[in-house]
């Protein structure tokens, strides 16, 4: 069982800047692709960024390409979504996933491919 809790978000004006971090504790963190999802009021939840757990795979959902950036630190069990140039249209309860895997570039995109999830953490920007 992995536990994940993200934290780092808050209120921010349209052009500003957050960085969310997911804390991971429980089984081996090296294993386990990470993503970031978000779910805004009354939409399905949408991918945003993953990594694979080598971190040498990255993908990004194409409205956050540019504008974003996920990234790991194996060391600390973390990992990041550098979130620059917000819109409002990012106001969301952002949520980090896990996923375990064998395979080191593994990128999963979908929900249903991951495991774990974090209790979310509320992102607003305001316009």
């Known amino acids: 069982q992995v536990h994940l809790v993200e934290s780092g978000g808050g209120l921010v004006q349209a052009g500003g800047s957050l960085r969310l971090s997911c804390a991971a504790s429980?089984?081996?963190?090296?294993?386990?692709?990470m993503g970031w999802f978000r779910q805004a009021p009354g939409k399905e939840r949408e991918f945003v960024a993953a990594i694979s757990w080598s971190g040498g795979n990255i993908y990004y959902h194409d409205s956050v390409k540019g504008r974003f950036t996920i990234s790991r630190d194996s060391a600390k069990n973390t990992v990041y979504l550098q979130m620059n140039s917000l819109k409002f249209e990012d106001t969301a309860v952002y949520y980090c996933a896990g996923s375990r895997t064998d395979d080191s570039n593994y990128v999963p995109v979908l929900t249903i491919q991951y495991d774990y999830w974090g209790q979310g953490t509320q992102v607003t920007v305001s316009s």
């Open positions: 429980g089984r081996t963190f090296s294993k386990h692709a």
